[in-house]
């Protein structure tokens, strides 16, 4: 209502029927009916992603915190920094208490004291949340790590929506464009917790700094910690028909799109493309020579993440090829059960597979 | 200028700290930086004098006196740290650096070009004595409390020295890396240095947004606090011998009362405007003749 509007001239008649009321007893839902509608059995529910449990941390929930403490155990000069994240590092603190350095909620102070450790020596591991971490502390992340081709680890857990339930805040969508536009940071997206294992390993000896893009809610990719070899992709499903490159929770959900293109006829190769930088631009282009056909996806804004690099990189070097992006578009973005978000923008099975059948005129 | 100071010849050549020196000849020597800071702003074309000119006693004290330096080995693990917190005065420390042997002198030559390790905030990869790059204010202190947990966790017992500058600690890390340096404890290990010179770039520092009482701030969050003439190189001695031993107690917060522009009559007068600047080629000889005058 404006200001030239006239208010009503009177309020509402309380003995008038409310026109949305129900008209009859039989048209009110029972308590059941309430608590059904509520919680139905479809209906996608928050989990808690900062969960610590020892039952299930070994192997599933807390790979970071798991490596991180074993790494510690076979070089003193691992560190490990958290920014109110210590429930991941549960194994190091209890084995290694001494070098677990607490920083409570202060991340610009984390990644410059983490520079300075590194500057001293030390192999400082950092553990932060992907909003407030890489975006935050894009500056220190550049200045003070990056710049100075410091050896700390920057691990970013709960990236792209995995804290979508808490509101638009807690989305960390543009931390790749971020990230990879920093010199001499390795910017690294595992696909599953067993990519996590082999990266931290993989890269223990890296001697610049590294930056771990974690997701959370991944699908089984690798079935044991694989050996990545610096700055390259890995082919995880061959196919003639398309190529899917993913990252992060992406390449699960083309591994099951894949599957399901099979069954129709359609062999799709599908591309973890778990070096974002160095950008493995070989395996992009002799992808692009063999399928012609390529879908990227990824959690994570369209501007400036996989499909802006592999538009960039095609471009530069002239290579022809029918390309598509899955990823999250650059508007306001809802807020919801993760699960729920990535129905809404088609980071499902089956709406990879959806692009992909339009990627080959199926 | 002829410094009597020692000078290291070979890589294990050691300055250890406290070492003695007359404190006439460390008034020379900030005064010996103050006209080298000119030549360096001259040859570049632009420069930061008055912020230099401050805490020109504090690099001479530091470097002539206080610090525990191999400048033969600059990557000594057991060497003293200084951070520049506020990097925009590293034209400063250049002459310093050539002086002890971390470089040959010619590099001076190259400041202000493209290519030269010595630019006008300092990179640690570039330029040997520099133990961390600066130029983004507010992030050193963050800095050194890693390096002096580091000392700490691997049983070393360097210090690490922080120079801020008082506008400086008007950025929000700076107040992340005092919260958390007082809860860990760091005694002597981590000594911040507030060059309180009064000015930032566009005037009075606490016209802007106040600072003030400094010591006040850092002991409330758990640091020991000392007020210091930031230009009596007795004092600065005295303060910097009597620092506490590292890794027990509070960390150190010595608030070094300074002039902008201090040295230079017409820099004092009206320091906002030296900030960064440039003297005419009159303006520069009298300068150095009013420097010269003082060191003879």
């Given at each position: 209502?404006?200001?030239?509007?006239?208010?009503?001239?009177?309020?509402?008649?309380?003995?008038?029927?409310?026109?949305?009321?129900?008209?009859?007893?039989?048209?009110?839902?029972?308590?059941?009916?309430?608590?059904?509608?509520?919680?139905?059995?479809?209906?996608?529910?928050?989990?808690?992603?900062?969960?610590?449990?020892?039952?299930?941390?070994?192997?599933?929930?807390?790979?970071?915190?798991?490596?991180?403490?074993?790494?510690?155990?076979?070089?003193?000069?691992?560190?490990?920094?958290?920014?109110?994240?210590?429930?991941?590092?549960?194994?190091?603190?209890?084995?290694?208490?001494?070098?677990?350095?607490?920083?409570?909620?202060?991340?610009?102070?984390?990644?410059?004291?983490?520079?300075?450790?590194?500057?001293?020596?030390?192999?400082?591991?950092?553990?932060?949340?992907?909003?407030?971490?890489?975006?935050?502390?894009?500056?220190?992340?550049?200045?003070?790590?990056?710049?100075?081709?410091?050896?700390?680890?920057?691990?970013?857990?709960?990236?792209?929506?995995?804290?979508?339930?808490?509101?638009?805040?807690?989305?960390?969508?543009?931390?790749?464009?971020?990230?990879?536009?920093?010199?001499?940071?390795?910017?690294?997206?595992?696909?599953?917790?067993?990519?996590?294992?082999?990266?931290?390993?993989?890269?223990?000896?890296?001697?610049?700094?590294?930056?771990?893009?974690?997701?959370?809610?991944?699908?089984?990719?690798?079935?044991?910690?694989?050996?990545?070899?610096?700055?390259?992709?890995?082919?995880?499903?061959?196919?003639?028909?398309?190529?899917?490159?993913?990252?992060?929770?992406?390449?699960?959900?083309?591994?099951?799109?894949?599957?399901?293109?099979?069954?129709?006829?359609?062999?799709?190769?599908?591309?973890?493309?778990?070096?974002?930088?160095?950008?493995?631009?070989?395996?992009?282009?002799?992808?692009?020579?063999?399928?012609?056909?390529?879908?990227?996806?990824?959690?994570?804004?369209?501007?400036?993440?996989?499909?802006?690099?592999?538009?960039?990189?095609?471009?530069?070097?002239?290579?022809?090829?029918?390309?598509?992006?899955?990823?999250?578009?650059?508007?306001?973005?809802?807020?919801?059960?993760?699960?729920?978000?990535?129905?809404?923008?088609?980071?499902?099975?089956?709406?990879?597979?959806?692009?992909?059948?339009?990627?080959?005129?199926? | 200028?002829?410094?009597?100071?020692?000078?290291?010849?070979?890589?294990?050549?050691?300055?250890?700290?406290?070492?003695?020196?007359?404190?006439?000849?460390?008034?020379?020597?900030?005064?010996?930086?103050?006209?080298?800071?000119?030549?360096?702003?001259?040859?570049?074309?632009?420069?930061?004098?008055?912020?230099?000119?401050?805490?020109?006693?504090?690099?001479?004290?530091?470097?002539?006196?206080?610090?525990?330096?191999?400048?033969?080995?600059?990557?000594?693990?057991?060497?003293?740290?200084?951070?520049?917190?506020?990097?925009?005065?590293?034209?400063?420390?250049?002459?310093?650096?050539?002086?002890?042997?971390?470089?040959?002198?010619?590099?001076?030559?190259?400041?202000?070009?493209?290519?030269?390790?010595?630019?006008?905030?300092?990179?640690?990869?570039?330029?040997?004595?520099?133990?961390?790059?600066?130029?983004?204010?507010?992030?050193?202190?963050?800095?050194?409390?890693?390096?002096?947990?580091?000392?700490?966790?691997?049983?070393?017992?360097?210090?690490?020295?922080?120079?801020?500058?008082?506008?400086?600690?008007?950025?929000?890390?700076?107040?992340?890396?005092?919260?958390?340096?007082?809860?860990?404890?760091?005694?002597?290990?981590?000594?911040?240095?507030?060059?309180?010179?009064?000015?930032?770039?566009?005037?009075?520092?606490?016209?802007?947004?106040?600072?003030?009482?400094?010591?006040?701030?850092?002991?409330?969050?758990?640091?020991?606090?000392v007020e210091v003439d930031g230009h009596d190189v007795a004092a600065l001695c005295a303060t910097f011998d009597a620092l506490p031993p590292v890794g027990e107690g509070r960390p150190v917060c010595v608030v070094a009362r300074t002039r902008k522009g201090k040295g230079l009559a017409m820099m004092e007068e009206s320091?906002?405007?030296?900030?960064?600047?440039?003297?005419?080629?009159?303006?520069?000889?009298?300068?150095?003749?009013?420097?010269?005058?003082?060191?003879?």
């Open positions: 209502m404006t200001d030239t509007q006239a208010p009503p001239a009177t309020g509402p008649d309380p003995a008038a029927p409310d026109p949305g009321a129900p008209e009859s007893q039989e048209q009110i839902e029972s308590q059941e009916q309430i608590e059904a509608r509520q919680q139905p059995e479809s209906r996608e529910k928050m989990v808690d992603v900062f969960a610590d449990d020892k039952g299930h941390t070994q192997a599933k929930t807390n790979p970071v915190g798991v490596e991180i403490a074993r790494l510690a155990d076979a070089d003193d000069r691992v560190v490990a920094l958290s920014a109110d994240m210590s429930a991941v590092l549960a194994d190091l603190r209890a084995r290694h208490p001494e070098r677990y350095f607490e920083f409570g909620i202060a991340e610009t102070n984390t990644i410059s004291a983490a520079a300075g450790m590194a500057a001293a020596g030390l192999r400082p591991y950092v553990l932060s949340m992907a909003p407030f971490g890489a975006i935050k502390c894009a500056e220190q992340l550049r200045t003070d790590v990056a710049y100075n081709h410091l050896p700390v680890r920057f691990v970013a857990r709960l990236s792209g929506l995995a804290m979508g339930f808490f509101g638009t805040s807690h989305h960390a969508v543009e931390d790749v464009a971020i990230a990879r536009t920093l010199t001499n940071l390795t910017v690294v997206a595992p696909a599953d917790s067993n990519a996590t294992i082999g990266l931290l390993r993989s890269t223990v000896d890296h001697e610049g700094p590294v930056f771990y893009r974690i997701s959370e809610g991944t699908l089984p990719v690798y079935p044991e910690p694989p050996t990545f070899e610096y700055g390259k992709w890995v082919q995880v499903r061959p196919g003639t028909d398309l190529t899917i490159i993913g990252y992060g929770i992406g390449v699960g959900l083309a591994l099951s799109a894949a599957e399901t293109l099979a069954a129709e006829g359609i062999e799709a190769e599908v591309l973890d493309a778990v070096y974002l930088k160095p950008f493995d631009r070989e395996a992009l282009l002799a992808a692009a020579g063999r399928t012609g056909k390529l879908l990227t996806v990824e959690e994570h804004n369209e501007i400036g993440g996989l499909g802006s690099i592999v538009a960039e990189v095609l471009g530069r070097h002239r290579v022809p090829a029918d390309l598509d992006t899955l990823a999250l578009p650059d508007v306001d973005l809802e807020v919801g059960v993760p699960a729920a978000l990535h129905a809404h923008y088609d980071l499902t099975p089956d709406g990879v597979a959806r692009r992909a059948r339009a990627l080959v005129g199926a | 200028m002829t410094a009597t100071v020692e000078k290291p010849d070979s890589e294990t050549v050691e300055l250890e700290r406290g070492r003695p020196v007359d404190h006439a000849e460390l008034a020379r020597r900030a005064d010996w930086i103050r006209l080298r800071t000119i030549d360096l702003i001259d040859q570049a074309g632009l420069g930061h004098y008055s912020s230099t000119f401050s805490c020109a006693e504090i690099f001479s004290v530091l470097y002539y006196h206080s610090l525990r330096l191999r400048p033969g080995q600059p990557d000594w693990a057991d060497r003293d740290r200084f951070l520049l917190g506020k990097g925009h005065v590293a034209t400063g420390l250049w002459p310093v650096y050539a002086d002890l042997g971390y470089y040959p002198a010619d590099w001076l030559e190259t400041f202000g070009q493209i290519g030269s390790p010595l630019n006008d905030h300092p990179n640690m990869r570039l330029a040997p004595g520099v133990d961390f790059s600066s130029g983004s204010l507010g992030h050193n202190l963050s800095v050194g409390l890693g390096m002096s947990l580091a000392g700490r966790l691997t049983g070393r017992d360097y210090r690490t020295f922080v120079l801020t500058g008082d506008g400086e600690i008007q950025e929000g890390q700076v107040w992340e890396a005092i919260m958390a340096a007082g809860h860990y404890r760091l005694g002597g290990g981590l000594v911040a240095i507030v060059d309180a010179n009064g000015f930032s770039g566009h005037g009075p520092t606490s016209d802007a947004i106040n600072i003030e009482s400094v010591a006040d701030r850092f002991t409330a969050f758990g640091w020991q606090a320091p906002q405007s030296w900030h960064l600047g440039h003297l005419t080629p009159e303006q520069r000889d009298r300068a150095r003749a009013e420097i010269e005058a003082r060191m003879r």
